[in-house]
């Protein structure tokens, strides 16, 4: 990549290492455009891009990195699956309390809630509570390990209408097709495991729901464990030879 100067051919590496040590010094509009130079050499990497609304909000020009993270998203729609992305944006992955504010009115308050909310530190793939009626819900969590929102905040939803539920994570990011680790680790095992939970719940009907990967699971298990009702939130349910240049994360489904 040429510098400014256009004598210079400079490698990705080099051109971070001297956005990095600009924007040390201060200098934020030279940091700037190295990470403008580093999206125009390695347009598929969305780290630059990211970091370049990172520099700009820092910079104070707010309406020009507004503009620039619509742009960034419409090229990256899952980046708030992507930790990375959201430490550099924070807006990607808001806390409970700026998602229930957001939400207002639509939001369950605490005084309608028949149960104890679910509490999750993000370390468990396994999450059991249990409600007052008769029907349970398995709750299948996306790549970003929650329901767009934090579980606990998901959870009023479920504890509104005193719900049994069962939160589950895949940690192995395959979309569930080798079922949860903490309930045997295949498919099989962890759909025994859902049916055995579901018996000791007292549920005489379940109802799956999953957003994105987790979606795709709530389909499937759903089917198999004769859900009354599947729900998804923009959810994959094949996996199609077109798809494999689209997202890079559909090879590792389809293997």
């Not at 299948?140 to 209408?161: I, K, N």
């Not at 987790?214 to 994959?236: E, N």
Request: charged fraction near 25%.
């Amino acid at each position: 990549m040429a510098t400014e100067s256009g004598s210079l051919q400079l490698t990705t590496e080099q051109l971070l290492s001297v956005a990095q040590t600009a924007e040390s010094a201060g200098d934020m509009d030279r940091a700037l455009g190295f990470y403008r130079a580093l999206t125009e050499i390695d347009p598929k990497n969305p780290l630059w891009p990211f970091n370049a609304i990172r520099l700009l909000r820092n910079a104070g020009r707010e309406p020009e990195a507004v503009e620039a993270l619509g742009q960034a998203l419409k090229k990256w729609p899952r980046a708030q699956s992507r930790p990375e992305l959201a430490a550099l944006v924070p807006e990607l992955n808001p806390g409970a309390e700026e998602i229930r504010n957001a939400l207002g009115e639509d939001c369950p308050p605490d005084e309608d809630l028949k149960r104890a909310l679910v509490e999750d530190d993000g370390k468990t793939d396994l999450i059991v509570t249990r409600g007052g009626r008769k029907s349970a819900v398995i709750v299948f969590t996306g790549l970003a390990d929650r329901m767009v929102m934090p579980l606990p905040l998901f959870d009023r939803y479920l504890a509104e209408l005193d719900l049994s539920a069962i939160y589950v994570r895949d940690r192995k990011r395959i979309g569930y097709f080798s079922g949860v680790t903490s309930l045997g680790g295949s498919y099989d095992n962890t759909l025994t495991a859902f049916k055995e939970l579901l018996v000791d719940m007292g549920a005489l009907t379940v109802h799956t729901i999953g957003n994105s990967a987790g979606g795709m699971a709530a389909v499937s298990y759903g089917l198999d464990l004769k859900a009354k009702t599947v729900l998804g939130f923009s959810a994959p349910v094949a996996l199609l030879e077109t798809t494999l240049g689209v997202d890079r994360r559909t090879d590792l489904f389809a293997r």
